[in-house]
């Protein structure tokens, strides 16, 4: 079975910076798509970044050009690196995995119904 685990998450002043790691096993060629999820208490979850392939990525517009999804497929690893940290990026932080992905665009979808695997969440507080 996949299993994925988070860590990296902790708490941090605005302006600071975070990278968080997804430890995958069990991903076979079938899972063409990792993600990261986000929940702060009182809303939904949200799709913050995605990777297809190891290459092709896509972002929610609050984080472009503060995070960075990548993949090291030698360590079985996907990271999100969150840099200039807000307040309002306060939540947990869940990596996903998927069979499917975006054929139109060339990238993985952001919707959380699309993912079958996810890992147990990490928490990211950031302060004012």
């Known amino acids: 079975q996949v299993r994925l685990v988070e860590s990296g998450g902790g708490s941090v002043q605005a302006g600071g910076s975070l990278r968080l790691s997804c430890a995958a096993s069990?991903?076979?060629?079938?899972?063409?798509?990792m993600g990261w999820f986000r929940q702060a208490p009182g809303k939904e979850r949200e799709g913050v970044a995605t990777?297809?392939?190891?290459?092709?990525?896509y972002y929610v517009d609050s984080v472009k050009d503060r995070f960075t999804i990548s993949q090291d497929a030698a360590k079985n690893t996907v990271y999100l690196q969150m840099n200039s940290l807000k307040p309002e990026d306060t939540a947990m932080y869940y990596c996903?995995?998927?069979?499917?992905?975006?054929?139109?665009?060339?990238?993985?979808?952001?919707?959380?119904?699309?993912?079958?695997?996810w890992g147990q969440g990490t928490q990211v507080t950031v302060s004012s």
């Open positions: 996903a995995a998927a069979f499917v992905y975006n054929p139109g665009a060339g990238n993985c979808y952001l919707e959380r119904e699309k993912y079958p695997y």
């Open positions: 990777i297809y392939r190891g290459s092709s990525t």
């Open positions: 069990n991903i076979y060629s079938s899972v063409m798509c």
